[in-house]
């Protein structure tokens, strides 16, 4: 059964101060590993997609990595309005939905 | 407004009532679909429509879920005899084809008393 892990729950970090969230996969023939970020109230919003082991994209603070088992959101220098729940979703070959992780609450405190 | 726009925002059911979700996808967008929320948890897929066609509802938790998109535009999710059970927010999302990004609506958040 294709399941998403995702670590820590939570995180507090200071502005400043860079770290790393963790997603773990299982899931048969994978066709994409997303990062989703989500604010209080509100859905979702698309922040990488990934496809193969090896892969890195970036955006303003934040890296996303993928290797066969597990992908890396890097956060660096974070600061307050970085603070939401992150998300984790993998798909699979031959199926359009997808499969998210509970996510990590991150909070930036000034 | 160019988002993926969902109504009623907030909804109170009391057990056994009918409720019904609708959900304005983004102008052109041909794949549409619906997810649940429960508190503290991830999305969890409920079924998948492209243009006017149902093409997957394997997510569907009982048959007292039913959804429906007739125009291939607006699509409405329907549950029946609603349970305690049924709170959660109901998340929309749409995309214009098969490999772009999915944009999500804000959801509607169903309590059932």
């Known amino acids: 059964e294709d399941q998403v892990t995702q670590s820590p729950e939570a995180l507090r970090l200071q502005e400043g101060e860079s770290s790393s969230l963790n997603c773990s996969y299982t899931?048969?023939?994978?066709?994409?590993l997303f990062w989703y970020r989500q604010d209080p109230g509100k859905g979702p919003e698309f922040l990488f997609t990934l496809y193969s082991a090896g892969e890195e994209k970036e955006k303003e603070r934040l890296k996303a990595t993928l290797t066969k088992k597990e992908s890396f959101l890097h956060i660096t220098a974070p600061k307050p309005e970085d603070s939401a729940t992150y998300l984790c979703a993998v798909r699979k070959g031959g199926s359009e939905k997808l499969v998210f992780g509970k996510g990590t609450k991150l909070t930036v405190n000034p | 407004g160019a988002g993926v726009s969902q109504s009623p925002r907030y909804k109170v059911a009391k057990r056994g009532q009918d409720v019904a979700l609708r959900c304005d996808p983004i102008s052109g967008h041909v794949s549409l679909f619906w997810y649940q929320q429960a508190l503290g948890q991830g999305p969890e897929f409920l079924t998948y429509?492209?243009?006017?066609?149902?093409?997957?509802k394997s997510g569907l938790p009982s048959d007292r879920f039913f959804a429906e998109r007739p125009e291939g535009s607006v699509s409405t999710l329907k549950i029946q005899r609603t349970q305690q059970e049924d709170s959660a927010v109901y998340l929309c999302?749409?995309?214009?084809?098969?490999?772009?990004?999915?944009?999500f609506g804000s959801g509607t958040q169903l309590s059932v008393l």
């Open positions: 899931v048969s023939g994978l066709r994409g």
């Open positions: 429509f492209q243009n006017e066609a149902q093409l997957d």
């Open positions: 999302a749409s995309r214009i084809g098969p490999n772009e990004k999915l944009f």
